[in-house]
């Protein structure tokens, strides 16, 4: 146990940005170079987020052995928001900063794009005898201006594709770059010899034709459509930018000195907050002075804001509606509630569903496919070319190499995962990884804890009977006693008497037997108040209420009796009410043909009771609390994927058995760190989104990979018969890659109730 425990302190989870990545085979390629260092003990890299999730142990390996390592691999990693103070978020440092590689891939291609358009009409006035006329130039002089012109699109705007060919080439390994590379430069390579060496591929006197345009027309495309890919990328993650816009810039403190605003940085631990009405609350923390009502939603969803008095409970992000009240901070930064959901959204962003492992390996041995592919494409039609053997078999080999760039194979899972997990996030739904998202959909059977799952988990007082005496009578005597004693039950009977508005007296007498009563004296009047047979083990008869305390226990709830001055004078229900949208989360659960079991501790009679009134498929009566991940077991051995449904960290065995854990939470620390997929809100119907959720976006994965595989199959055999021109491949390619992403987005329109 030692062992474990030193091991799990010394393991660490990190996110590294991994900027040059450009297809599933980089993705493949840096996960590769990562997984042979010592101490990395799990990787996953996400081509959408562009980061590298992993688990290391720290006593092996450092931040800087895995940088060397992926920039060794021809990738760049920035270590620089590591060398921050660690309350603040890495996610906060970059949110609104557009990468330098953006920036750099922006400048390239409009650099591409202002030589593109001259060469273009340049290579189109040797087709046209009009433009010929206007353009008084010979074919010798005009292909050396085109080469002028193009060698800036190759040595400056398409370097990027070089310098990975090179690296590549030297791990003996290829991608989406490699098929570029080797495209355009043999085009390119081509038409430089035409250029400038024309006597040694002169045909019948003529200069053969050169494929400047074609080079530079590839490169511009695939630039722009990395760059619309770069733009449309960024709306992917916008959940992640909402969280981090919710935090204020700057908090007002109270010193000795008076008021005095600071940055949001400057906060300790212990400072107390000054937060007006309408103003965002700066950090974690618990009201000491005033009351408001707070708007709560960017952590549960949940649309009405919540009253908060002394002692509340209150997170940073959320945002103060009406009154004005005093704080004491007691987590900031990562430590925070909303810290933690940010940093919890980006590692789920990060991660990896079982299908996107399948796409990548698939990904990982498609380009050397496609290499293979082109070069008997290029072999074939030499010896079928005819007379313009050798153009036919260039133009077709840089087709097939363009065409197969597996850019949107690689982008299909991750935007889908990245949407999916972001728009769960706002609604108040964390998945904490790419796995359990899939898994949510095959969900078959669902079991529910009962107390605080199905019920608020707060006893109430539902109903009163008396025996002669007045209600509230009855009420402030047994609430005298109930004041002292702390059992649940009796908070519930004193909460009841508050709210009647009676004043409670103090007991002059108060005996509490553990398990079994209460006895005491209130205003001279002997008070025995308990079970039956707590009662007639007092020489207290009570069997006038048997038909009744019988009838109230069918229904779930708890009776209490009680004697004023050695008679039975009533009785009291409690019962722990069903939430309001448990009933309707039910129900739309069996509409998906999913079945539906409630786990509690209750008897038969009463478990019975409430699995009939919210129309449960079935129920397991007098579990107990260790015996419940025993339950979960016993459905899973009938071979369907099994979701459990817990409030927290007692239920913390049945959720960890689970093929999906969901934990019911209100944004507690204790919620988020239980369960695969945490519902921030209280509420059942989250279940449902979250099946929803999963089922949409595994929907859209498909379609996806569905596209993208199909784009490949279809167009790798039309380049190679040559009914595909290498400038319509470029452009199809770059729009493949925005067109999934495109798709991806459409998640964010999906309604969750």
Not at 414 to 434: C, H, M, Q, R, W
Not at 468 to 478: F, I, P, V
Request: glycine share 8%.
């Amino acid at each position: 146990m030692t062992e474990i425990i030193t091991q799990k302190i010394k393991t660490e989870k990190i996110s590294l940005p991994v900027e040059g990545m450009t297809c599933a085979s980089c993705v493949a390629r840096v996960e590769k170079s990562i997984k042979k260092i010592d101490g990395v003990e799990y990787v996953a890299v996400n081509l959408a987020s562009e980061k590298a999730t992993l688990s290391i142990d720290k006593s092996k390996v450092n931040n800087e052995d895995i940088k060397n390592a992926v920039e060794e691999a021809g990738y760049k990693v920035d270590l620089s928001s590591f060398e921050k103070d660690e309350k603040h978020s890495s996610a906060e440092e970059d949110s609104g900063k557009i990468s330098d590689y953006d920036l750099i891939l922006k400048k390239d291609f409009l650099l591409a794009l202002i030589l593109t358009i001259p060469i273009f009409i340049l290579s189109m006035s040797q087709l046209f005898n009009g433009i010929r006329e206007v353009i008084p130039l010979s074919a010798s002089q005009l292909n050396k201006i085109l080469l002028i012109l193009t060698t800036p699109v190759i040595f400056i705007s398409g370097k990027r594709f070089y310098k990975f060919f090179w690296n590549n080439l030297k791990h003996f390994t290829a991608d989406m770059n490699s098929l570029v590379a080797v495209g355009t430069g043999a085009a390119f390579s081509f038409s430089v010899l035409i250029t400038l060496f024309p006597e040694l591929i002169l045909k019948a006197g003529e200069i053969p034709h050169v494929y400047f345009d074609t080079t530079v027309v590839i490169i511009t495309l695939i630039l722009m459509g990395k760059w619309l890919e770069a733009r449309a990328k960024s709306k992917t993650g916008s959940a992640i930018k909402k969280l981090i816009a919710l935090k204020p810039k700057t908090a007002l403190i109270k010193t000795a000195e008076g008021e005095k605003v600071i940055n949001i940085d400057e906060l300790i631990i212990g400072d107390i907050v000054i937060v007006k009405p309408g103003e965002k609350i700066p950090a974690d923390g618990k009201i000491i002075n005033g009351y408001s009502t707070v708007d709560e939603s960017m952590l549960t969803g949940e649309s009405f804001p919540v009253e908060k008095t002394s002692e509340s409970k209150i997170f940073g992000g959320s945002i103060n509606r009406f009154g004005t009240f005093e704080f004491e901070v007691s987590a900031i930064g990562k430590a925070s509630v909303l810290g933690r959901i940010i940093t919890l959204v980006e590692e789920a962003q990060g991660s990896k569903a079982p299908i996107q492992k399948l796409a990548d390996k698939v990904a990982a041995i498609f380009v050397p496919i496609v290499i293979v592919i082109s070069i008997v494409t290029f072999i074939l039609w030499i010896i079928l070319g005819g007379e313009n053997y050798f153009t036919f078999a260039l133009i077709n080999f840089v087709a097939v190499l363009i065409i197969a760039c597996p850019c949107a194979m690689g982008l299909a899972t991750p935007t889908a995962l990245i949407v999916g997990i972001g728009k769960g996030a706002e609604s108040g739904i964390l998945i904490k990884d790419g796995e359990h998202l899939e898994l949510a959909h095959k969900i078959k059977t669902v079991l529910f804890d009962k107390t605080g799952t199905i019920t608020e988990g707060k006893p109430v007082v539902s109903k009163i009977i008396t025996n002669g005496y007045d209600e509230n009578e009855l009420l402030k005597l047994t609430a005298s006693l109930e004041k002292r004693s702390e059992h649940p039950l009796a908070e519930a009977i004193v909460n009841y008497a508050d709210t009647k508005g009676i004043t409670i007296p103090i007991p002059k007498e108060f005996e509490s037997t553990t398990g079994f009563g209460l006895i005491g004296k209130v205003e001279d009047k002997k008070i025995i108040i308990g079970s039956k047979n707590f009662l007639s083990n007092h020489n207290v008869t009570s069997n006038h209420f048997e038909g009744k305390a019988y009838d109230l226990s069918s229904e779930g709830k708890t009776v209490v009796y009680v004697a004023i001055a050695g008679k039975s004078a009533g009785i009291i229900a409690i019962e722990d009410p069903i939430k309001n949208t448990s009933t309707d989360a039910i129900q739309k659960l069996k509409s998906l043909n999913i079945k539906t079991i409630m786990i509690t501790g209750d008897n038969k009679r009463s478990a019975g009771h409430i699995a009939k009134q919210l129309g449960l498929d079935d129920y397991e009566a007098e579990v107990l609390p260790e015996d419940k991940s025993n339950i979960v077991a016993k459905y899973q051995k009938q071979g369907e994927i099994i979701a459990m449904v817990g409030d927290g960290i007692n239920d913390a065995p049945a959720l960890a058995q689970a093929n999906v854990g969901i934990a019911i939470g209100t944004g507690t620390d204790v919620a988020i760190e239980t369960g695969d997929i945490v519902l921030m809100k209280g509420d059942l119907m989250g279940v449902v989104n979250a099946i929803k959720l999963s089922k949409a976006t595994i929907k859209t994965i498909k379609q996806n990979l569905f596209w993208a595989f199909i784009y490949n199959t279809v167009g790798i055999p039309l380049a190679a018969v040559g009914l595909l021109n290498p400038m319509f491949a470029a452009l199809a390619m770059a729009f493949s890659s925005v067109s999934v992403i495109s798709n991806s987005l459409r998640l964010k329109k999906i309604k969750l109730r």
